[in-house]
């Protein structure tokens, strides 16, 4: 606004500026406290666990099987079963949770009674507490379709549980895609896959991205799911098909279990979440990368 | 730079991949062993994971043809399992019950349960019938049994879990009647907590306690009948809330499973049983 725009309006206008002025700057201060306070919890957090657990970090640690019941030793399998169940669940559950999105955004728009009844299962399956998802696993993969304590039954079971949070958030990407776009491509008499592919997906990307990094974060973290699927086991796995122990277990079960584990459940907390900010950076990265290539090329 | 991040992804996934698999052949069992071979489950007791996990260990080291996979999940679920023939053998913390007649129960280490307080807590012992009265509400504030004008935090086990069962069945109380402030899951937690509450008062293993209080943990242990807590107590048999480590089986075992319980109770893991601040049985 140009300055002086508003100046002759006398002292009433001088006084409501006044007032304006302290109002904005009231909300100023407090948008700021809250997301300095945010911040600050994490840094808390994040400072708590780095001054607990530093000094049990070594390259041994990364690498070595633990001994003693976690006491001495590494955590070298607990990273490796992490990332295979990491990598089942997102194999399994992204083209899925695109799929549905896709379906949910596109093809049931109006709200029929199918896509009331999906959306709302949906929300309900986002608020069950993990350890009936862990129990559910249990009874359907490990012993009804016979996989056992696997890799691969703890990944089906993350799946299940991180489905809900990508397909929602991939379906408020893809609404918000302006109609627009959807009407020039019809004019232009482009097909649907066409649509889909070149425009809809990439310009719906930025909410597959949230999807996934909150995915990838609940899985992460997740020990409830995993104690009755993926197991307790922490040799390093040979197969989908072994039981493996995640690092969240592995920190449960040093804090909880084990008589003076306290220290080596920090160093690991420090693993699992230096793996969670490369991982996110990771999936922002590629998806970013496909964006680009999908829109230029077209 | 243009497929920069997928390389990198995909270099990423291939290491990972080869190591899995070289270790993966190196607990191939092509190795020549004894001719034992094969795989055991045991799941069950979170308190007795962890050890059964290093005697799973060393088993495996001496049969390298055998996998013994351990799981938890607490005692009722090593039973059930067992009974289920989910697991080929069942951990639990406690002796088998009158009416599990169908099972078998191999008891490789004993534990103790100690009532434990905050190390602040002036009171000084507490008889059976205190402890009692307190778990049931009947007893609220400390200065009701000589100690400071505060109420009383009860915290008590989860539903399940066989160190409540012993200490309701020494303690001759019904869990419906306990007035609990606080339900805790595995030991450590108990331990957290009570150190966290001058008011607190919860029984955790004699054997996690006792690390804990000579790593100066704020918390005190508290002699039952007069006998102090401790594993010498626990191993002579004189300490009157103590509870076996069993392995449970149901029916016939497999020679594999026979031979993992044998050496379970063999004075080959001694050390291991101590290490996990049990008491080795005597034999």
């Given at each position: 606004m140009p300055k002086g725009a508003i100046q002759p309006a006398g002292s009433l206008a001088t006084w409501s500026r006044g007032r304006a002025d302290w109002s904005d700057r009231a909300v100023a201060v407090v948008v700021w406290l809250t997301a300095l306070a945010v911040t600050g919890v994490f840094v808390w957090i994040l400072a708590d666990v780095l001054r607990h657990g530093v000094s049990g970090l070594s390259w041994g640690f990364l690498i070595d099987g633990p001994r003693d019941a976690g006491r001495a030793g590494g955590i070298g399998p607990m990273i490796v079963s992490t990332l295979l169940v990491l990598m089942v669940c997102l194999a399994v559950s992204a083209p899925i949770g695109v799929g549905t999105a896709v379906w949910l955004a596109e093809f049931a728009r109006g709200g029929g009674l199918l896509g009331r009844l999906v959306r709302r299962s949906l929300d309900v399956l986002?608020?069950?507490?993990?350890?009936?998802?862990?129990?559910?696993?249990?009874?359907?993969?490990?012993?009804?379709?016979?996989m056992g304590f696997s890799i691969l039954s703890g990944g089906l079971t993350l799946s299940c549980m991180v489905l809900p949070l990508?397909?929602?958030?991939?379906?408020?990407?893809?609404?918000?895609?302006?109609?627009?776009?959807?009407?020039?491509?019809?004019?232009?008499g482009l097909s649907r896959s066409a649509v889909l592919w070149r425009i809809l997906l990439p310009a719906a990307t930025p909410g597959l991205v949230v999807g996934l990094v909150l995915g990838v974060g609940r899985a992460l973290g997740?020990?409830?799911?995993?104690?009755f699927t993926s197991g307790y086991v922490d040799r390093m796995p040979g197969s989908l098909m072994d039981s493996g122990r995640t690092l969240s277990v592995h920190?449960?079960?040093?804090?909880?279990?084990?008589?003076?584990g306290q220290s080596r459940a920090y160093a690991t907390a420090i693993v699992l979440i230096s793996l969670l900010m490369i991982?996110?950076?990771?999936?922002?990265?590629?998806?970013?990368?496909?964006?680009?290539r999908r829109i230029t090329r077209t | 730079m243009r497929y920069g991040w997928g390389a990198v992804l995909l270099v990423v996934f291939a290491g990972v991949g080869t190591y899995v698999f070289s270790h993966g052949l190196q607990a191939d069992p092509s190795v020549p062993g004894d001719g034992l071979r094969g795989r055991l489950v045991l799941t069950g007791s979170s308190t007795v994971a962890p050890l059964a996990g290093e005697i799973a260990k060393r088993f495996e080291q001496l049969h390298p043809g055998v996998r013994v996979d351990v799981q938890t999940g607490g005692s009722s679920r090593g039973i059930a399992d067992a009974r289920r023939g989910t697991a080929d053998i069942g951990m639990a913390s406690r002796a088998l019950k009158p009416k599990e007649t169908d099972l078998t129960s191999h008891t490789i280490a004993l534990d103790g349960i100690s009532i434990i307080l905050h190390s602040d807590n002036p009171s000084v012992a507490l008889t059976d019938e205190q402890i009692a009265a307190i778990y049931t509400g009947k007893i609220a504030k400390w200065n009701q049994v000589g100690g400071p004008d505060?109420?009383?935090?009860?915290?008590?086990?989860?539903e399940g879990r066989s160190t409540l069962e012993l200490f309701l069945h020494h303690f001759k109380l019904n869990n419906e009647d306990i007035h609990a402030g606080i339900v805790i899951g595995d030991n450590q937690q108990g331990i957290l907590t009570v150190a966290g509450d001058p008011n607190a008062i919860g029984y955790v293993s004699i054997g996690t306690a006792s690390y804990e209080v000579s790593r100066g943990t704020k918390i005190r242990m508290m002699p039952m009948k007069g006998v102090e807590p401790?594993?010498?107590?626990?191993?002579?048999?004189?300490?009157?809330?103590s509870r076996p480590l069993n392995l449970v089986t149901h029916g016939e075992v497999?020679?594999?499973?026979?031979?993992?319980?044998?050496?379970?109770?063999?004075?080959?893991?001694?050390?291991?049983?101590?290490?996990?601040?049990f008491v080795p049985i005597a034999r």
């Open positions: 986002a608020g069950v507490p993990s350890i009936v998802f862990g129990l559910f696993g249990n009874a359907l993969f490990c012993i009804y379709l016979g990508l397909i929602r958030s991939c379906e408020a990407g893809l609404r918000a895609v302006p109609d627009e776009y959807r009407r020039a491509a019809e004019a232009l997740e020990t409830a799911a995993l104690l920190i449960y079960d040093l804090a909880m279990n084990v008589p003076g991982v996110n950076t990771l999936t922002c990265h590629l998806a970013d990368r496909w964006l680009h | 505060a109420p009383i935090t009860v915290v008590n086990k989860a401790s594993l010498a107590n626990v191993r002579n048999g004189t300490f009157p809330l497999s020679q594999v499973a026979a031979a993992f319980i044998a050496f379970a109770q063999s004075p080959q893991v001694h050390d291991l049983v101590e290490a996990q601040y």
